[in-house]
């Protein structure tokens, strides 16, 4: 993984959506409340939160790769 890299999340309709700079946008879906998974990569999201539930990152781990991205 490129250091500095973006990943945009955004609801589309009824659905979260996950983009990586530069790459095609690709559904995101739930394996419990703070843990996602892409189906078309191996790869998984894992959201951080502070204490009153809001997400303030998000660790991206595809393969043996894991990174911490801050939310903005």
């Known amino acids: 993984m490129r250091p500095n890299v973006d990943l945009s999340i955004t609801l589309e309709g009824d659905h979260l959506m996950g983009q990586m700079s ?6 995101i879906f739930a394996e419990t409340e703070t843990l996602f998974f892409f189906k078309v990569v191996e790869a998984t999201l ?3 939160t502070d204490a009153g539930g809001v997400a303030t990152s998000v660790r991206l781990r595809q393969g043996p790769i894991s990174q911490v991205l801050a939310r903005k």
């Open 46 to 48: 894992e959201f951080q």
């Open 22 to 27: 530069g790459q095609p946008k690709f559904p």
